[in-house]
């Protein structure tokens, strides 16, 4: 984004197809098509600064396309272990075999 925003202090909002945020292909890669009264996307409330504040102009962002609203890399939660699957059931046991008793011996 060496130079700043193209067209510079110029309206954007035509050629942005009345959009506001990012424009890539009329405000300059990573810049953004904002307005300094209307800012409802992020990329706009992280504009650098304001050529024009009457109207919808390109300006510069802080913001980075494509980390879209994610900027700084969230570490994985880690109080979630109780969401994980139980663990795998326990083979069954092999068939239980009827203990016979033994016997009783034959009487005298």
Do not use: I
Not at 9 to 17: F, I, M, N, S, Y
Not at 32 to 38: E, K, L, N, Q
């Amino acid at each position: 984004s060496a130079g700043g925003p193209w067209h510079y202090a110029l309206d954007c909002w035509r050629g942005c197809g009345y959009k506001e945020g990012f424009c890539d292909h009329f405000c300059g890669p990573g810049n953004a098509c904002c307005h300094h009264g209307h800012r409802y996307k992020p990329e706009c409330h992280a504009a650098k600064w304001w050529p024009v504040v009457t109207m919808y102009t390109c300006v510069a962002t802080h913001m980075h396309e494509s980390h879209g609203h994610h900027q700084a890399p969230t570490p994985a939660p880690q109080h979630h272990h109780h969401h994980h699957p139980a663990p795998a059931p326990q083979p069954a046991p092999p068939p239980h075999h009827v203990h016979v008793a033994p016997a009783p011996p034959p009487p005298r």
